[in-house]
C-alpha cells in the first residue's frame, strides 16, 4: 500500500501504522453491515449541472512564475532524477 | 492605546469608515499585538515582509489572520507542512483576494495541523499552538492558530477552512464563533485542497456580527472554482432579539454519555436559554449520525490521499536529495515532508480506493453519506434547526490523545454529520466547564445547525442566544479587558456608523 501512495516508511513506521490503521478500519467497518442497497453515492452535496466557463483566452501564468517555486528547474522545465534504476 | 483592540471587527469597521477611527493607527496597534505571540499562532506576519501583492490601498475593514492553507501571492504558505517549507506561491486565493479588495490587510498566516488533518494542531511540522485559556491544553484542530489568535487578542477576527469540524470544534474550544458556511457559499479557489467535496471556507470571530460581515465579504460564487455557488442573498447584520416561532431539535441519538458532565450542563443550560427567549425544543432523529465518523474517515482520506499525490518534490515545495532514481526521489520527499497523521491518512484513503475494496468502503461510505443527508431533509421538515454541543469535552491537555489516533477522531463526532450534508453549522461559546480532573474552567461551544443555504436565519438566532448567554470571561493575559467593556465602548463610541 505504501509504495501504491509513494510513502517511503522505515519498518518501524510499517509496524506502529498496521496497528493503528486496524483500529480505525474496525471502527469504520461497522458501516460494512448495513443495508444500503439501491442507495444513490453522494459525492456532490450541492447539485450542479456541468459548470462551464466562457471559451476566452485569458492570461495565465508565465512559465518563469510557473517554475519559480521548482526545486530543480532547466531551461524552462522540471528536472528530475532518471526514471530508470541505475544499473 | 490598547481601547481599540477592544473593538469588534464590525464596530472597528463602522468607526473607520466614520472617520473616528485612523485605519493606519488601528492596524498598527494589531501589528503590535500580533508580535507579541506567545501561543505559536503565527507562521508569517506582515512584518516578516514578501507581501507586495497583498498590498491594500485603502484599508477600512479590521485586519485579519489567514489560515495558512490559503495560497498568498509572494507569502510563504505551507499549510502546516514541511514538505511546503519555503513555499511561497505565484497567485492569490480568493478568499484572500476579496479580503483585500473589501480592504482588510492580512495581518498574519496562522499555524494549522498539517493539511488541516486534526483537532488538537499538534500535527502542525511547526510545533503545536497553545490554548490562550490554559498554555498547557490544546487549542483544537485544524484552524486552532487561527482560533487561539481571535481569543487571544492577537487578531480581531481570521478565517480558516472546516472539512470535518476544523473551524466550529477549535472556535469551541477557545471560547470564540465559528462558522462553516454551507458548501459552495465560498470559493475554494487558492485554497490548498484536503477533502475537496467537504473542505469550506469560513469565519473565526468574537462574536455572530463579526461572523456576518466576514461572511458577506467572502461568499459569492467564482468562475476559479465551478463547485462554488454563493448565497443567493448577501448576509445581513444580524438583529433579531427573541426565537418566537422557532424550533429547534435535539438529537435523540445524541451520544449523551460521550459527552463530559461540565459540557452537557452548559448544553441543558442553553437550550432552556432558547425556551426562556421563545424558542421551542423539539426532540429530532439523525438515525446514520452515529455512522458520520466512519463515513468521513473513509471518504477525507481517500480524497486527500488523490490531492496530496501532487506533492511529488518535482514543481514545487521540498525535494529530497537522492542518488536514486525517480521512484526513489518521490518515495523519499514524502517520507521526509509529511507528518505521522499525513501519512497514516494517505495510506487510509489508498486503501479505501485500491481495487477490490473501492466498493465496500468508499462506496458505501458515500451512501451513508446519502443516508445522513436525508436525515436531515427529514429533521428540518419538522424543526428550523438541529442543536448539540460542539465538541464532546472542553480543551484537552497538549499530548493527551496523540498516542491513539481513534480518540482523535471520535472527537469530531458531532461536526461531521453537517459536513458530510453539506450544511451551514455555527458554534457559539455558551458557557465554562471545569476539565475532567479538575483545573480552571474553559469554553463550552454550542452548535447550531441550519438546512443549506440558510446562512441569516443561522446567524440570526445565534445572534439572539448570544446576546441571551451574554459569554463574559476572556482569557487570563490576554491584551483585551472583559467584554462588558467592549461592549461599552462599542455602544458609546461607534453609533450608528
Not at chain 1, 466557463?53 to 524552462?76: F, I, K, M, T, W
Not at chain 2, 468502503?361 to 427529514?378: L, M, P
Amino acid at each position: 500500500m505504501a509504495k501504491l501512495a509513494r510513502l517511503g516508511l522505515s519498518d518501524a513506521e510499517v509496524e506502529t501504522m498496521a496497528g493503528e490503521l486496524s483500529g480505525i478500519l474496525e471502527h469504520v467497518d461497522r458501516i460494512s453491515g448495513l443495508d444500503l442497497e439501491g442507495v444513490e453515492p453522494t459525492s456532490h452535496v450541492v447539485e450542479l449541472e456541468n459548470v462551464l466557463r466562457a471559451d476566452v483566452p485569458h492570461q495565465s501564468l508565465s512559465p518563469q512564475a510557473a517554475l519559480a517555486s521548482a526545486p530543480d528547474p532547466v531551461d524552462g522545465a522540471f528536472r528530475v532524477p532518471s526514471p530508470q534504476a541505475e544499473a | 492605546m490598547v481601547d481599540m483592540l477592544d473593538l469588534t471587527a464590525l464596530e472597528a469597521h463602522r468607526a473607520m469608515c466614520a472617520g473616528d477611527l485612523s485605519a493606519a493607527e488601528y492596524g498598527r496597534a494589531w501589528a503590535e499585538a500580533a508580535a507579541g505571540d506567545e501561543l505559536n499562532v503565527y507562521l508569517w506576519r506582515e512584518e516578516d515582509g514578501g507581501s507586495e501583492a497583498i498590498a491594500v490601498e485603502r484599508p477600512c475593514v479590521a485586519p485579519i489572520a489567514v489560515k495558512d492553507i490559503f495560497c498568498t501571492e509572494g507569502v510563504p504558505t505551507t499549510a502546516g507542512s514541511r514538505i511546503l517549507e519555503g513555499y511561497r506561491p505565484p497567485y492569490t486565493s480568493t478568499a484572500v483576494q476579496r479580503l483585500i479588495e473589501a480592504g482588510a490587510p492580512i495581518l498574519g498566516k496562522t499555524n494549522m495541523d498539517e493539511f488541516a488533518m486534526g483537532s488538537s494542531n499538534e500535527n502542525s511540522a511547526y510545533g503545536p499552538v497553545l490554548n490562550p485559556w490554559d498554555r498547557s491544553r490544546v487549542p483544537g484542530g485544524s484552524s486552532g492558530g487561527s482560533a487561539a489568535a481571535v481569543a487571544g487578542g492577537l487578531a480581531p477576527w481570521a478565517i480558516g477552512t472546516d472539512t470535518g469540524g476544523s473551524i466550529r470544534q477549535p472556535a469551541a474550544l477557545c471560547g470564540i464563533v465559528g462558522l462553516k458556511p454551507t458548501y459552495g457559499a465560498i470559493s475554494r479557489y487558492g485554497m490548498i485542497a484536503f477533502a475537496s467535496s467537504l473542505d469550506q471556507c469560513g469565519p473565526l470571530t468574537r462574536d455572530v456580527g463579526d461572523a456576518a460581515l466576514l461572511l458577506a465579504i467572502l461568499q459569492g460564487a467564482d468562475p476559479c472554482d465551478s463547485t462554488s455557488v454563493g448565497l443567493a442573498e448577501a448576509p445581513r447584520l444580524p438583529d433579531r432579539e427573541d426565537l418566537q416561532g422557532l424550533r429547534f431539535g435535539v438529537p435523540a441519538d445524541l451520544a449523551r454519555d460521550a459527552i463530559v458532565p461540565g459540557v452537557r450542563e452548559v448544553f441543558e443550560a442553553t437550550l432552556a436559554k432558547i425556551e426562556q427567549l421563545g424558542g421551542e425544543i423539539a426532540e429530532i432523529s439523525l438515525p446514520h449520525a452515529e455512522h458520520g465518523i466512519s463515513a468521513y474517515y473513509v471518504i477525507a482520506p481517500a480524497e486527500a490521499s488523490s490531492n496530496l499525490a501532487r506533492y511529488d518534490g518535482v514543481r514545487y515545495g521540498v525535494r529530497a536529495q537522492t542518488d536514486g532514481d525517480l521512484t526513489e526521489m518521490y518515495e523519499t520527499t514524502r517520507a521526509q515532508g509529511f507528518g505521522a497523521e499525513v501519512k497514516r491518512r494517505i495510506m487510509l484513503g489508498t486503501y479505501a480506493l485500491s481495487s477490490g475494496y473501492y466498493d465496500a468502503y468508499y462506496g458505501q461510505a458515500q451512501k451513508v453519506r446519502t443516508r445522513i443527508a436525508e436525515d436531515f431533509s427529514t429533521a428540518f421538515a419538522a424543526v428550523d434547526f438541529v442543536v448539540t454541543p460542539t465538541s464532546p469535552s472542553v480543551a484537552f491537555g497538549l499530548g493527551e490523545k496523540t498516542a491513539d489516533p481513534l480518540a482523535m477522531y471520535l472527537n469530531d463526532f458531532f461536526t461531521v454529520p453537517m459536513s458530510l450534508a453539506g450544511i451551514p453549522a455555527i458554534s457559539i461559546p455558551a458557557g465554562l466547564a471545569e476539565p475532567a480532573g479538575g483545573g480552571p474552567q474553559l469554553p463550552v461551544g454550542f452548535q447550531i445547525a441550519a438546512p443549506a443555504f440558510g446562512e441569516q436565519k443561522l446567524l440570526d438566532a445565534a445572534y439572539a442566544l448570544e446576546q441571551a448567554i451574554g459569554f463574559e470571561p476572556r482569557p487570563s493575559g490576554a491584551p483585551f479587558p472583559a467584554i462588558d467593556q467592549i461592549k461599552r465602548t462599542g455602544s458609546e463610541e461607534v453609533t450608528g456608523g
